[in-house]
């Protein structure tokens, strides 16, 4: 038994010897006199050897003397049962030093592995921006008036068009449905880079939501990923929205849980006002067998209740309506008789409390957002205040400040970089983001138009960084920073910042990708500047910087 304590202990000191945390591998670094440490250290192996084989005599003879006292004072059966835990004690030894042995060989490759992928990553994102000459004012301005501007100079006629369209087709809505059983629709609402006055990518899709509500006596009670103690990664940013009676509580009343008996009367729900069973609680375009409303169900209503109020008021119009995509609720497009066409969307919404966040049914995801796992989860908007906000804080810049010059180049020349290079995962929205969170941290008088330049090369510098560190958190959710002007829920303040950057971390392969396109496009910005500055045709003398009003 001595023996065999001994060489558990001998396998545990060991161990501890090779532990990758005690001495870890990744250190490739070679000290000054190296040589000699390689010596002194092959003969402490040495002598470590020698005393292994001198501790291996001791315990074979103490093994030798346990044995003959054993034979002479235990019988010959308890001769036969002592091997045994000898035996086990060997095995058990064994098998714990190999288990050791081949998790220290896994952590050590898999560490060295993860490192060398990583600083590759990052050596070609420390190449990136360095050496990359961006044009100066003069090459810049021409630019900005000859593409940018003279591109998107029928963005107010455009918004204009729309909106009153849109209302007529909501209004339209709202006569062909059954005020009793169907949804409420509300006004739409502007949100977006076109009611931003930033987009420059054609076509000019305008971007309205529809908030709606559900027939009395309901309501649509909703909770957040915020609202749980612990939530997967892939659920931040989304929430349900359960539909229940005006009033119950948010548990539900106790009378649909309990036995009340025969004499026994609920004073909040009369046996004439029920609680709808599960066939009409689909009519309100929940899930089957539940309360949470179901976005595909939002999604069908939506459309047929479009198709019927076109079906109204189309004889007013001389152009036709269609369904631009399919798999959008709301992505309409006008076709005129003269073949031009006008694209927008138009997206149901549902409030979020008392707020102007909303859960959206439907929007566009980029190639690494993956659909959500039910139909009963729905993302959470902010376009509401991030309008807002671009909009308060632009009467703090000096006049003709140069934040949404900045954010309408950078966008323009990664479009046309991917129209050359295949899609990226880098979206308009990351964009944004960026520019909204240079605008907090930058004093605002930096912004002002003849530092362009300047604030150009920050904007390129924080995306790198972001990329760099696949890290961009949503400027809203965990920013305690938020003005206060803008009204925004404390509980999105408080809650756990969302990167962004997220699935870079799991699809390599993508962003990869992306930091090539990025790469490219800081090498070529030069020329992609020059060229369509020469091509495009003037429009007219106009201001560099002159904005519409928001």
């Given at each position: 038994m001595?023996a065999g304590i001994f060489?558990?202990?001998?396998?545990?000191?060991?161990?501890?010897?090779?532990?990758?945390?005690?001495?870890?591998?990744?250190n490739?670094?070679v000290p000054e006199?190296?040589e000699d440490?390689?010596?002194?250290?092959?003969?402490?192996?040495?002598?470590?050897?020698?005393?292994?084989l001198?501790?291996?005599?001791?315990?074979?003879?103490?093994?030798?003397v346990l044995?003959?006292?054993?034979?002479a004072?235990?019988?010959?059966e308890q001769?036969?049962?002592?091997?045994?835990p000898?035996?086990?004690?060997s095995?058990?030894?064994?098998?714990i030093?190999l288990?050791?042995?081949?998790?220290?060989q896994?952590?050590?490759?898999?560490?060295w592995?993860?490192s060398?992928?990583?600083?590759?990553?990052?050596?070609?994102?420390?190449k990136?921006?360095?050496?990359v000459?961006?044009?100066?004012?003069?090459?810049?301005a021409n630019?900005?008036?000859?593409c940018i501007v003279?591109?998107?100079?029928?963005?107010?006629?455009k918004?204009?068009?729309?909106?009153?369209?849109?209302?007529d087709?909501?209004?339209?809505?709202?006569?062909?449905c059954?005020?009793?059983?169907?949804m409420?629709?509300?006004?739409?609402?502007?949100?977006?880079?076109?009611?931003e006055n930033?987009?420059?990518?054609k076509p000019?899709?305008?971007?309205l939501?529809?908030?709606f509500?559900?027939?009395?006596?309901?309501?649509?009670?909703?909770?957040?990923?915020?609202?749980?103690e612990?939530?997967?990664p892939?659920?931040?940013?989304?929430g349900?929205?359960k539909?229940?009676?005006?009033?119950e509580?948010?548990?539900?009343?106790?009378?649909?849980?309990?036995?009340?008996?025969?004499d026994?009367?609920?004073l909040?729900?009369?046996q004439t006002?029920?609680?709808r069973?599960?066939?009409?609680?689909?009519?309100?375009?929940?899930?089957k067998?539940t309360q949470?409303?179901?976005?595909?169900?939002?999604?069908k209503?939506?459309?047929?209740a479009?198709?019927?109020?076109w079906?109204?008021?189309?004889?007013?119009?001389?152009f036709?309506?269609?369904?631009n995509?399919?798999?959008?609720p709301?992505?309409?497009k006008?076709?005129?008789r003269?073949?031009?066409?006008?694209a927008?969307?138009?997206?149901?919404?549902?409030?979020?409390e008392d707020?102007?966040?909303?859960?959206i049914?439907?929007?566009p995801?980029?190639?690494?957002t993956?659909?959500?796992?039910?139909?009963?989860?729905?993302?959470?908007?902010?376009a509401v205040?991030?309008?807002r906000?671009?909009?308060?804080?632009s009467?703090?810049?000096?006049?003709?400040?140069?934040h949404?010059s900045?954010?309408?180049?950078?966008?323009?020349?990664?479009?046309?970089?991917?129209s050359?290079?295949?899609p990226s995962?880098?979206?308009s929205y990351?964009l944004?983001t960026v520019?909204?969170?240079?605008?907090?941290?930058q004093?605002?008088?930096?912004?002002?138009?003849?530092?362009l330049?300047?604030?150009?090369?920050?904007m390129?510098?924080?995306?790198?960084k972001s990329?760099q560190?696949?890290?961009?958190?949503?400027?809203?959710i965990g920013n305690r920073?938020?003005?206060?002007?803008?009204?925004?829920?404390?509980?999105?303040?408080k809650?756990e910042?969302l990167?962004?950057?997220?699935p870079?971390?799991?699809?390599?392969?993508a962003?990869?990708k992306t930091?090539?396109t990025?790469?490219?496009?800081?090498?070529?910005?030069?020329a992609?500047i020059?060229e369509?500055?020469?091509?495009?045709?003037?429009v007219g003398?106009?201001?560099?910087?002159?904005?519409?009003?928001?």
């Amino acid at each position: 038994m001595p023996a065999g304590i001994f060489r558990v202990c001998l396998v545990v000191i060991t161990a501890i010897v090779n532990h990758p945390l005690l001495f870890p591998k990744e250190n490739a670094t070679v000290p000054e006199y190296a040589e000699d440490i390689i010596q002194k250290m092959k003969a402490h192996e040495e002598n470590l050897r020698l005393e292994q084989l001198r501790l291996e005599q001791e315990i074979a003879g103490q093994e030798a003397v346990l044995k003959a006292l054993e034979k002479a004072m235990e019988t010959e059966e308890q001769n036969v049962k002592e091997p045994l835990p000898w035996d086990l004690w060997s095995a058990m030894s064994m098998v714990i030093f190999l288990l050791i042995e081949l998790w220290r060989q896994d952590y050590q490759d898999g560490n060295w592995q993860e490192s060398a992928c990583e600083e590759d990553d990052m050596a070609i994102l420390g190449k990136a921006f360095k050496g990359v000459a961006l044009p100066d004012k003069a090459a810049l301005a021409n630019f900005y008036e000859r593409c940018i501007v003279g591109a998107t100079g029928d963005m107010a006629r455009k918004r204009e068009l729309v909106e009153g369209f849109a209302d007529d087709l909501l209004e339209a809505l709202r006569s062909v449905c059954n005020r009793d059983a169907d949804m409420e629709v509300e006004e739409c609402i502007g949100v977006g880079s076109m009611y931003e006055n930033w987009r420059v990518h054609k076509p000019l899709v305008c971007d309205l939501i529809v908030p709606f509500r559900p027939p009395e006596p309901y309501c649509f009670r909703s909770q957040t990923w915020c609202s749980r103690e612990s939530v997967r990664p892939d659920k931040q940013g989304y929430g349900t929205i359960k539909v229940c009676r005006a009033d119950e509580d948010a548990a539900g009343c106790i009378c649909g849980r309990t036995k009340l008996g025969e004499d026994m009367l609920c004073l909040l729900h009369s046996q004439t006002n029920q609680t709808r069973p599960s066939g009409e609680m689909e009519d309100l375009l929940c899930f089957k067998n539940t309360q949470y409303l179901d976005a595909d169900q939002v999604m069908k209503w939506f459309q047929i209740a479009i198709t019927k109020s076109w079906n109204k008021i189309s004889h007013k119009y001389e152009f036709d309506l269609t369904f631009n995509l399919l798999d959008s609720p709301g992505a309409l497009k006008i076709k005129f008789r003269s073949g031009k066409s006008i694209a927008f969307n138009l997206t149901p919404v549902v409030q979020c409390e008392d707020s102007d966040a909303y859960f959206i049914s439907h929007f566009p995801r980029s190639s690494l957002t993956a659909d959500p796992a039910s139909s009963t989860d729905w993302f959470v908007t902010f376009a509401v205040y991030e309008r807002r906000f671009i909009h308060s804080i632009s009467k703090k810049l000096p006049a003709n400040a140069c934040h949404l010059s900045c954010l309408q180049i950078v966008s323009f020349l990664h479009g046309k970089q991917c129209s050359l290079t295949g899609p990226s995962s880098l979206t308009s929205y990351h964009l944004k983001t960026v520019m909204m969170h240079l605008l907090q941290t930058q004093p605002y008088q930096d912004w002002a138009s003849e530092n362009l330049e300047a604030r150009l090369q920050d904007m390129l510098k924080f995306l790198e960084k972001s990329l760099q560190e696949k890290k961009l958190c949503h400027f809203f959710i965990g920013n305690r920073k938020v003005p206060e002007v803008l009204n925004f829920p404390v509980v999105f303040q408080k809650a756990e910042p969302l990167n962004l950057f997220r699935p870079f971390v799991l699809h390599r392969d993508a962003y990869r990708k992306t930091v090539d396109t990025f790469h490219e496009m800081l090498r070529n910005t030069s020329a992609l500047i020059n060229e369509y500055t020469v091509h495009i045709p003037s429009v007219g003398h106009t201001n560099m910087l002159h904005k519409e009003p928001l």
